[in-house]
């Protein structure tokens, strides 16, 4: 299968769907004279246009406002945040309305949006422009959530959202866009709401997600050095939660460590831990491990960037702790 | 401008039809009939009525907490407005909106808001979304003078000027943001003033006359509709009732509420202004409100004997699971 790019996978699978449906736009700060700061929009207004590929004002709160009243009026747009950091401007347009305006008006209504938003901690950009904040929306009826880790994922997820009728938030690891990987020639959509076993084993299931997920698998590779042998699972959603994949893993090994960039307190893991805990804590043979970012804000010197951040080393100690 | 004797009927239909549908919510409010809270928007028909009259059904509208006047004078129906506000699954939004989020999207009202600001952007998109579409749909955002203090709003008119969009902002300045009076918390005399920052036309009308109204809504609806970008119009008006039924006032007196009660009511206004003109008879409008008066008890009786949504409604309308969405389960 040929590779390409992460990056070049988000691209393909815009302009695939911008040429099949004149709904879909695009939006946001510097994407279409720059083409994105990852490159990730490049060459697109050159293809349709700079009305179809806007740079807008600094004006996140208008932008997601904006991409809400076009979707109400029957666009698709897609809205690109810049980073992750500047979606709190926009809180209450992604909270307040986008999430709630269906239900509220009684599904009189539909708002088929997509927020792409680059998150994780890259080289040194600090507290401001490294976050990642995926938990947050969690929380919030009324959105879905997917976050992919490999350039396959990246164009097939990100097609589904597009043309999923609900808003989706699509988180995008700034240290993953250039990533090579193979995916599949022409159309290839995948499904919003599935996880996939990316590496079988017996002995402990490791639940993991975005760039993380390659961390994950390391640690498997060294556990299995040792004779423990790890289960894999990308979530590449995390609203709606496959807690089918989850559970029938969990079920098998009977151990479970989560692991994710995000901050551990309060993140994915913890609800992943709790819905676990909740439902099939019988058949656990351990504590539930959450791997996780410390609880501090990103920090800049390079000499502590890494020590804040989950590493291969934090995820097999934890496994090591339950097995 | 000479007006039909339709439109002047059209006129009174509308502004009498909200005086009357609020004062009807107001009682069953006190009565206990309606929960949560309302807003109500006497003495400010005449913003709404000359605003809307120069829409199209295919126009949209945003509309702010006190939206019960904006959504009868786009032309909703007064049943299912009434159902919504008594919580029951026969209203717009089956029980799921009440009086703060009412919505006809049949007839381009994008909702009423409970967050103050929060309609500037969804009119600047429904705006962009006529524009890609090649429309020549126009969207008409309502807000109120404590609205236009928030950074939606500055964010907003920007967005819409630089793009041109076709938006007309509606400032519907009633002297109060809840208990704040306009000049405490505001740095301009007209709210229109600042217009000037964003380099589009703004124009202050006496919101209490539905002819001033209607004719700067005209040539802000027209300056859109073909191209000219936004405006940004402000209406001078005033709040009659409380900031919701309910409100103990402690922030005005009640002479201060009379004085407008008595002398600058758009109703009044109206009734005066065509009454002494011999447009129309005292007769011709006692006709009108009757017709509404019943139309508004058909609503209520409408609204009570309607069921309460079902429990199972509870998980209904959070996701859309059909169409081309399904690819995504
Ligand atoms: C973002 C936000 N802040 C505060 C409130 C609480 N609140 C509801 S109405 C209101 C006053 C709004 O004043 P104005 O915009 O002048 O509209 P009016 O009520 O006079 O029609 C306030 C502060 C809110 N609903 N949303
Ligand atoms: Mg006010």
Same mark, same amino acid.
């Given at each position: 299968m040929r590779e390409i790019t992460f990056a070049e996978a988000t691209m393909e699978a815009m302009a695939e769907e911008m040429e099949r449906d004149n709904r879909v736009f695009l939006m946001g700060e510097d994407i279409a004279r720059q083409g994105g700061i990852f490159g990730q929009f490049k060459g697109l207004p050159q293809k349709f246009g700079f009305d179809r590929v806007r740079d807008t004002p600094i004006s996140e709160t208008a932008i997601v406002g904006a991409g809400v009243g076009a979707a109400l009026a029957g666009m698709r747009p897609v809205v690109d945040m810049h980073f992750v950091d500047f979606i709190t401007v926009a809180m209450d347009e992604v909270v307040n309305q986008m999430a709630k305006i269906r239900y509220m008006f009684g599904g009189q209504c539909k708002v088929p949006m997509v927020l792409r938003a680059p998150d994780g901690a890259a080289r040194s950009a600090a507290a401001q422009h490294s976050q990642s904040l995926e938990a947050w929306f969690v929380h919030v009826p009324g959105l879905k959530v997917v976050i992919p880790s490999n350039p396959a994922d990246a164009k097939g997820l990100l097609k589904a959202a597009i043309r999923d009728d609900n808003p989706v938030l699509y988180f995008e690891n700034k240290d993953l866009f250039r990533m090579k990987g193979p995916v599949p020639d022409g159309e290839f959509l995948v499904p919003i709401g599935k996880a996939k076993v990316v590496r079988e084993g017996r002995d402990v299931t490791i639940v993991s997600y975005s760039i993380t997920l390659h961390k994950a698998l390391k640690a498997a590779e060294k556990l299995a050095e040792e004779g423990i042998e790890a289960e894999v699972i990308? &979530?590449? =959603?995390?609203?709606? &939660?496959d807690k089918e994949t989850i559970f029938a893993s969990v079920k098998k090994t009977k151990h479970l460590v989560i692991a994710h960039?995000? =901050?551990?307190?309060?993140?994915?893991g913890s609800e992943v831990a709790a819905v676990v805990a909740e439902e099939i804590i019988d058949y656990l043979d351990g504590p539930i491990k959450r791997v996780g970012a410390k609880f501090v804000p990103v920090p800049f010197s390079p000499a502590l960037e890494p020590l804040m951040l989950p590493q291969v080393e934090d995820i097999i100690a934890a496994v090591k702790e339950i097995c | 401008m000479e007006f039909s004797q339709e439109q002047l009927k059209g006129f009174y239909r509308t502004m009498y039809t909200i005086r009357s549908f609020e004062e009807r919510v107001n009682d069953l409010f006190l009565a206990g009939e309606i929960p949560g809270f309302v807003h109500l928007y006497i003495g400010e028909e005449a913003v709404a009525t000359g605003v809307m009259a120069n829409l199209r059904k295919t126009d949209y509208i945003t509309s702010t907490h006190r939206g019960h006047g904006h959504t009868i004078a786009k032309g909703a129906d007064l049943k299912r407005m009434m159902a919504e506000i008594f919580g029951k699954r026969t209203g717009y939004c089956r029980g799921k909106g009440g009086s703060m989020h009412i919505a006809d999207f049949s007839i381009g009202m994008l909702g009423a808001n409970g967050v103050v600001g929060g309609g500037f952007n969804l009119a600047v998109g429904a705006a962009l979304a006529a524009r890609l579409m090649g429309t020549d749909q126009v969207a008409v955002c309502f807000f109120g003078d404590g609205a236009s203090n928030r950074g939606t709003f500055h964010e907003g008119l920007n967005m819409a000027a630089v793009w041109k969009l076709p938006v007309v902002f509606v400032c519907e300045n009633n002297q109060y943001a809840s208990t704040t009076p306009y000049r405490t918390s505001t740095s301009v005399e007209n709210i229109a003033d600042r217009a000037i920052g964003y380099g589009i036309p703004g124009v202050v009308v006496n919101g209490n006359d539905v002819f001033a109204v209607y004719e700067a809504a005209q040539a802000a609806v027209e300056r859109a509709r073909s191209g000219g970008g936004p405006t940004l119009l402000e209406a001078k008006t005033y709040r009659i009732k409380g900031h919701f039924v309910g409100d103990p006032e402690l922030y005005r007196t009640r002479q201060e509420v009379q004085e407008h009660l008595e002398n600058d009511d758009p109703l009044k206004n109206f009734r005066q202004q065509v009454l002494g003109a011999n447009r129309l008879t005292e007769r011709e409008l006692a006709e009108i409100e009757a017709q509404v008066r019943e139309d508004i008890e058909a609503a209520v009786d409408f609204a009570r004997k309607s069921p309460f949504p079902a429990p199972e409604e509870l998980f209904e309308d959070l996701y859309v699971e059909s169409g081309e969405a399904a690819c995504g389960k």
């Open positions: 990308d &979530l590449r =959603t995390i609203v709606p &939660l960039e995000a =901050t551990k307190n309060g993140g994915v | -």
